[in-house]
C-alpha cells in the first residue's frame, strides 16, 4: 500500500513539473521581435527589437549586440527605422509612438534627441519618416492626428510652419531622396497633400494643388 502511494504521489509531481513548463513555454505575451536591415554600400547592417519594451540588438557575426541604454525607459509602443547614407555609414532612431519620444544611436548607446518644445497633446499616435540624402540623413516626426511635424536637426527636433490650422484626422508623412530630399505628407480620411518647402530659411508645408481626373 505504501509503494502505491508513494508511485501515485511521484506521478502528480512528474504531471504538476510538466504542465508547469508547458505553460512557461507557451505563455502569451504581447511583446514582439521586428527585424530591420539596410545596405550602406559596401556591407549591410541588421537590428533586431522588442515592440514593447524598446529593447534593440545589433547584429555580428554569429551572435547579437545588445544597444545600451541611457537609463530606463517605460514599456509602450516602439518603432525602429534604420536607412544606409554616405557609402559606408548608417542612422537609427526609435520612436515611442504614444508619446513622441526619440533615439538615436551613438557609441553603440540609445540617446534621446531633446523635444526642444512641448509636444502638442491630441491623445494620438506618433509616426517617423526616414530618408538618406547620399551623404547625410533626414527624418520627420508627425504627430498621426494632428498632423503636427518636427524635422530632425543636430540633436532636436525642429516644428514645421503651417499656413494654415489642420482638423484632427489621419495624417501620414513619407520621404524620398538621395542627392536631395523631398517630404510629402497627406490627411489619409480627404487625400489632401502638402509638400515641405524652404520658404525665407524656413520649412513650411505648401497644400499641392492637384486635380483627380478620370481617364476618358
Known amino acids: 500500500m505504501k509503494k502505491i502511494f508513494l508511485l501515485l504521489l511521484l506521478v502528480a509531481i512528474l504531471t504538476t513539473a510538466c504542465a508547469h513548463h508547458q505553460s512557461d513555454q507557451f505563455s502569451s505575451s504581447d511583446d514582439e521581435l521586428e527585424l530591420l536591415t539596410t545596405s550602406t554600400g559596401f556591407a549591410w547592417v541588421a537590428l533586431r527589437y522588442n515592440t514593447t519594451t524598446g529593447e534593440t540588438w545589433f547584429h555580428f557575426p554569429y551572435y547579437w549586440r545588445t544597444i545600451n541604454e541611457e537609463g530606463p525607459i517605460v514599456p509602450s509602443q516602439y518603432v525602429v527605422q534604420i536607412i544606409g547614407f554616405g557609402g559606408s555609414h548608417w542612422a537609427a532612431i526609435r520612436i515611442d509612438s504614444q508619446s513622441g519620444r526619440c ?4 557609441d553603440s ?14 491623445g494620438g499616435m506618433y509616426g517617423l519618416a526616414m530618408v538618406s540624402t547620399g551623404d547625410s540623413w533626414e527624418a520627420i516626426r508627425f504627430d498621426m492626428y494632428s498632423g503636427e511635424s518636427w524635422l530632425h536637426f543636430t540633436n532636436g527636433w525642429r516644428l514645421l510652419s503651417e499656413n494654415e490650422k489642420l482638423p484632427e484626422s489621419q495624417y501620414i508623412v513619407r520621404m524620398v531622396g538621395e542627392d536631395g530630399w523631398i517630404a510629402i505628407r497627406m490627411d489619409r480620411n480627404s487625400g489632401k497633400s502638402w509638400m515641405l518647402e524652404t520658404v525665407k530659411n524656413d520649412y513650411l508645408w505648401i497644400e499641392m494643388e492637384m486635380d483627380v481626373k478620370q481617364d476618358q
Open 109 to 122: 548607446t540609445w540617446k534621446e534627441i531633446t523635444m526642444n518644445m512641448p509636444v502638442a497633446s491630441t
Open 103 to 106: 533615439w538615436t544611436i551613438l
